[in-house]
């Protein structure tokens, strides 16, 4: 028999409170009175971490084992959705056996700066990207009855000093860059909660933010679920209920249940705001109650057999001289680095997986190409136990231990065909809970790549990072294969792209420079002071290199394969929904591949500032040898749109954008222009609008124009009828002082309000 729902009239004034905060780490209070049960929440988004047995204070427990996808960043590189959907299916299928309420991910924040320690979570440094992609995970994992929480809603984009730092961010690149990929997710997805972040932004805890979380997340976005607090986020309580944070996690204790109570009796807290949020509780805990228990157990093979498959598609060939990879099992290989015998196949944190089984890279290429030679290289240093936040540092090995594991690695590379060289960042390089301070791989990762590469000319290097490394050896090697941190079957999807099982498709999500220094964000980040400065601007990642033409080692886009592909004419037509972009796109190569096609616009003349170019839609598209595919892109309206600040508000700019379809951001290999009827901006003139401003106004304009020209004014500040630049600047409030009748500035003020 279908149980009823409490509605909020049946819950006292204490219940109400109670449910707005956590029971423990996991769970949401029950009211046992009434029927409401306790519902649980897990950590994710690449994989279930539940707490196995009851939940501890700090949620450290063992977790009880579960599929390890590969996270964000190896997913990003996908550039596929459908892939991210179908891994998000997964997840929730897990979650819906372990009866999980909710996976606490995506995250969709942007890497704005290459040293976030917490980048290995994040897809992108481009918001359409992450949006797309979010929005597949988010889409996959409630397929299955199951809630996601995307975040960390919002502009948090490092890890030092994440619980109390200020982002100070402009309005436009809030909007268009560290809000958007939100927005898109919420607008196409609605994932059931929204979790808030630890920082402020400008000077607002985002915990009590009644600008983000009631007048952007609802009152623009249209979001229906509930926003719960990151893990030890929440500020002052009652602020929070006011500016629409529903659900402090995890438990308080009591303490704040208690401060809400008497909040409400002495009226410094409206009622109404807080049977908002329990209202929204309930709504969550009735839409976890409705799903049906999940039928059978984990199907532990066929969920590994899709984790190999994300992670052969997550995989980047960054470079590829002579045609070296793929390799035949036939050759004589030698396989060093001990990366290839202990991977590192997740990041450190709150993320973290306790696998169902885990690949290795040697283990996996033995099963291709039989005993291979196989030398350590180095020590890797130990991975902290359990989540592991600490950023400690190992003990150095002892460079003459060091020195003989390179020699046993040197005499491997020489008596081989060719030498596959494994090197990363081990677990203390990067984590949640800190940032990196330089980009630099170990230094005896580097002095191994640097011996091998001497005693043999075909020494292909195969990373293992979650973040952008430099790589000064990239001009030494022949082949570099970028794999990120795959998930659980990492090793086997690494076998599958060396040996051609699997032809690379993965695409760069984020542009490797040569140097730090070179980065947008490098003078500003991490700030001081509790706060850091988003002076860049709009000028995020490929944005900054584009404008600033600087050379990077590898661009945002980028990814080579095993096959060729040539692009024919783009043709581009203004719809209803945007512009939508069609090219053909042929396999010139023997094999089939995959292509992600990437489409990116730019409205030269703009009246406002803008990138050279900016993604705006993309494709991962299979084709077979000789096959041609016409390529369908949208670049949607509303991602067109740039944010103006004058007006508060999004604009479509009218003019004509040029679209340039290619391989990556800098590999552009056709182009089409679209005229685009826009939105009429009119700009309210005010005391501090210009004269300039003013002439500009379609009503209030030509009056200014008329009458301004005959004032002294005019005989100073205008040149042939025109304004100069003194004149276009002047403020209308010191008119008065330059002769025009005060009257006058009243009037024009009048008709440009």
Same mark, same amino acid.
């Given at each position: 028999?279908?149980?009823?729902?409490?509605?909020?009239?049946?819950?006292?004034?204490?219940?109400?409170?109670?449910?707005?905060?956590?029971?423990?780490?996991?769970?949401?209070?029950?009211?046992?009175?009434?029927?409401?049960?306790?519902?649980?929440?897990?950590?994710?988004?690449?994989?279930?971490?539940?707490?196995?047995?009851?939940?501890?204070?700090?949620?450290?427990?063992?977790?009880?084992?579960?599929?390890?996808?590969?996270?964000?960043?190896?997913?990003?590189?996908?550039?596929?959705?459908?892939?991210?959907?179908?891994?998000?299916?997964?997840?929730?299928?897990?979650?819906?056996?372990?009866?999980?309420?909710?996976?606490?991910?995506?995250?969709?924040?942007?890497?704005?700066?290459?040293?976030?320690?917490?980048?290995?979570?994040?897809?992108?440094?481009?918001?359409?990207?992450?949006?797309?992609?979010?929005?597949?995970?988010?889409?996959?994992?409630?397929?299955?009855?199951?809630?996601?929480?995307?975040?960390?809603?919002?502009?948090?984009?490092?890890?030092?000093?994440?619980?109390?730092?200020?982002?100070?961010?402009?309005?436009?690149?809030?909007?268009?860059?560290?809000?958007?990929?939100?927005?898109?997710?919420?607008?196409?997805?609605?994932?059931?909660?929204?979790?808030?972040?630890?920082?402020?932004?400008?000077?607002?805890?985002?915990?009590?933010?009644?600008?983000?979380?009631?007048?952007?997340?609802?009152?623009?976005?249209?979001?229906?679920?509930?926003?719960?607090?990151?893990?030890?986020?929440?500020?002052?309580?009652?602020?929070?209920?006011?500016?629409?944070?529903?659900?402090?996690?995890?438990?308080?204790?009591? !303490?704040?249940? =208690?401060?809400?109570?008497? $909040?409400?009796? /002495? #009226?410094? +807290? &409206?009622?109404?705001?807080?049977?908002?949020? *329990?209202?929204?509780?309930?709504? !969550?805990?009735? =839409?976890?109650?409705?799903? $049906?228990?999940? /039928? #059978?157990? +984990? &199907?532990?093979?066929?969920?590994?057999?899709? *984790?190999?498959?994300?992670?052969?598609?997550?995989?980047?060939?960054?470079?590829?001289?002579?045609?070296?990879?793929? +390799?035949?099992?036939?050759?004589?290989?030698?396989?060093?680095?001990?990366?290839?015998?202990?991977?590192?196949?997740?990041?450190?944190?709150?993320?973290?997986?306790?696998?169902?089984?885990?690949?290795?890279?040697?283990?996996?290429?033995?099963?291709?190409?039989?005993?291979?030679?196989?030398?350590?290289?180095?020590?890797?240093?130990?991975?902290?136990?359990?989540?592991?936040?600490?950023?400690?540092?190992?003990?150095?090995?002892?460079?003459?231990?060091?020195?003989?594991?390179?020699?046993?690695?040197?005499?491997?590379?020489?008596?081989?065909?060719?030498?596959?060289?494994?090197?990363?960042?081990?677990?203390?390089?990067?984590?949640?809970?800190?940032?990196?301070?330089?980009?630099?791989?170990?230094?005896?990762?580097?002095?191994?790549?640097?011996?091998?590469?001497?005693?043999?000319?075909?020494?292909?290097?195969?990373?293992?990072?979650?973040?952008?490394?430099?790589?000064?050896?990239?001009?030494?090697?022949?082949?570099?294969?970028?794999?990120?941190?795959?998930?659980?079957?990492?090793?086997?999807?690494?076998?599958?792209?060396?040996?051609?099982?699997?032809?690379?498709?993965?695409?760069?999500?984020?542009?490797?420079?040569?140097?730090?220094?070179?980065?947008?964000?490098?003078?500003?980040?991490?700030?001081?002071?509790?706060?850091?400065?988003?002076?860049?601007?709009?000028?995020?990642?490929?944005?900054?290199?584009?404008?600033?033409?600087?050379?990077?080692?590898?661009?945002?886009?980028?990814?080579?394969?095993?096959?060729?592909?040539?692009?024919?004419?783009?043709?581009?037509?203004?719809?209803?929904?945007?512009?939508?972009?069609?090219?053909?796109?042929?396999?010139?190569?023997?094999?089939?591949?995959?292509?992600?096609?990437?489409?990116?616009?730019?409205?030269?003349?703009?009246?406002?500032?803008?990138?050279?170019?900016?993604?705006?839609?993309?494709?991962?598209?299979?084709?077979?040898?000789?096959?041609?595919?016409?390529?369908?892109?949208?670049?949607?309206?509303?991602?067109?749109?740039?944010?103006?600040?004058?007006?508060?508000?999004?604009?479509?700019?009218?003019?004509?954008?040029?679209?340039?379809?290619?391989?990556?951001?800098?590999?552009?290999?056709?182009?089409?222009?679209?005229?685009?009827?826009?939105?009429?901006?009119?700009?309210?003139?005010?005391?501090?609008?210009?004269?300039?401003?003013?002439?500009?106004?379609?009503?209030?304009?030509?009056?200014?124009?008329?009458?301004?020209?005959?004032?002294?004014?005019?005989?100073?500040?205008?040149?042939?009828?025109?304004?100069?630049?003194?004149?276009?600047?002047?403020?209308?409030?010191?008119?008065?002082?330059?002769?025009?009748?005060?009257?006058?500035?009243?009037?024009?003020?009048?008709?440009?309000?």
């Amino acid at each position: 028999m279908e149980h009823h729902m409490p509605d909020i009239s049946d819950l006292t004034l204490e219940e109400k409170a109670a449910l707005t905060s956590g029971l423990d780490f996991w769970r949401l209070e029950a009211i046992e009175r009434l029927g409401i049960q306790s519902i649980m929440v897990t950590d994710g988004p690449h994989g279930l971490r539940k707490q196995a047995g009851d939940s501890d204070h700090l949620g450290l427990n063992a977790s009880v084992p579960a599929t390890c996808f590969p996270p964000a960043v190896g997913l990003g590189a996908s550039w596929d959705p459908e892939l991210a959907a179908r891994v998000g299916a997964a997840i929730g299928t897990e979650a819906a056996i372990e009866d999980v309420a909710v996976v606490l991910g995506p995250g969709v924040n942007i890497k704005r700066s290459v040293l976030c320690g917490r980048n290995f979570e994040y897809f992108s440094e481009d918001p359409i990207h992450a949006s797309d992609m979010g929005s597949g995970i988010v889409r996959g994992i409630q397929s299955q009855g199951v809630g996601t929480s995307l975040k960390h809603f919002a502009a948090n984009n490092q890890e030092t000093d994440r619980m109390r730092v200020s982002s100070d961010v402009d309005p436009r690149p809030l909007r268009e860059i560290y809000l958007r990929a939100f927005q898109g997710v919420v607008e196409d997805e609605q994932p059931w909660t929204v979790m808030c972040s630890y920082n402020r932004v400008n000077g607002v805890y985002a915990s009590e933010d009644p600008f983000l979380l009631t007048e952007v997340l609802r009152d623009e976005w249209g979001f229906e679920g509930l926003v719960v607090s990151d893990w030890g986020a929440s500020n002052v309580r009652i602020e929070g209920i006011k500016a629409g944070m529903d659900l402090e996690m995890p438990s308080s204790g009591g !303490l704040s249940d =208690r401060q809400l109570v008497a $909040a409400v009796k /002495a #009226g410094e +807290l &409206d009622e109404a705001d807080l049977d908002r949020s *329990a209202e929204r509780v309930l709504n !969550l805990i009735r =839409r976890a109650t409705e799903r $049906a228990a999940a /039928a #059978g157990s +984990l &199907d532990v093979d066929a969920h590994h057999a899709l *984790a190999r498959e994300a992670a052969g598609r997550s995989i980047v060939l960054l470079k590829n001289e002579n045609g070296i990879l793929p +390799l035949s099992p036939s050759q004589k290989v030698a396989v060093i680095g001990e990366f290839a015998e202990k991977p590192r196949y997740q990041g450190g944190g709150s993320s973290h997986i306790n696998p169902t089984r885990v690949d290795t890279a040697l283990e996996q290429i033995r099963e291709v190409a039989g005993d291979v030679t196989y030398a350590p290289g180095y020590v890797l240093p130990e991975a902290p136990e359990g989540i592991g936040m600490s950023g400690g540092k190992a003990p150095k090995q002892p460079e003459s231990v060091l020195a003989e594991l390179r020699e046993a690695a040197v005499a491997a590379a020489k008596d081989a065909e060719i030498a596959l060289v494994f090197v990363g960042l081990p677990d203390e390089d990067e984590s949640e809970g800190f940032d990196r301070d330089h980009i630099n791989l170990p230094d005896e990762h580097l002095a191994l790549v640097d011996a091998v590469a001497a005693a043999n000319p075909n020494t292909v290097v195969v990373l293992s990072n979650g973040g952008v490394v430099a790589l000064p050896f990239a001009d030494r090697v022949p082949a570099i294969v970028e794999s990120w941190l795959l998930g659980q079957a990492g090793g086997s999807g690494v076998a599958d792209v060396l040996y051609g099982a699997v032809n690379p498709s993965g695409r760069l999500a984020e542009s490797f420079p040569y140097r730090l220094e070179d980065t947008a964000a490098f003078t500003s980040f991490p700030g001081e002071g509790q706060h850091v400065r988003y002076g860049e601007g709009i000028y995020v990642g490929y944005r900054w290199y584009d404008a600033r033409k600087i050379d990077v080692a590898y661009p945002f886009g980028h990814g080579l394969s095993y096959t060729s592909f040539a692009y024919g004419d783009a043709t581009a037509r203004w719809t209803d929904e945007g512009i939508a972009i069609s090219v053909d796109v042929t396999n010139t190569g023997d094999r089939a591949g995959r292509e992600v096609v990437q489409a990116y616009v730019s409205l030269p003349g703009s009246a406002v500032d803008r990138a050279p170019r900016e993604l705006k839609a993309f494709q991962s598209v299979e084709i077979q040898p000789g096959e041609t595919v016409t390529v369908e892109l949208l670049a949607r309206k509303r991602d067109l749109r740039y944010w103006e600040e004058r007006v508060s508000s999004w604009i479509l700019e009218s003019g004509d954008y040029v679209v340039e379809v290619g391989s990556s951001s800098r590999e552009l290999h056709a182009s089409a222009t679209v005229s685009v009827s826009g939105d009429a901006l009119v700009i309210p003139v005010t005391r501090d609008s210009s004269v300039g401003d003013a002439f500009a106004h379609p009503v209030a304009g030509p009056i200014a124009r008329a009458e301004i020209s005959a004032s002294p004014f005019g005989a100073i500040m205008m040149t042939d009828g025109e304004l100069n630049p003194m004149g276009n600047d002047m403020p209308l409030s010191r008119l008065v002082s330059f002769g025009v009748p005060a009257e006058l500035v009243t009037r024009i003020l009048a008709a440009g309000a």
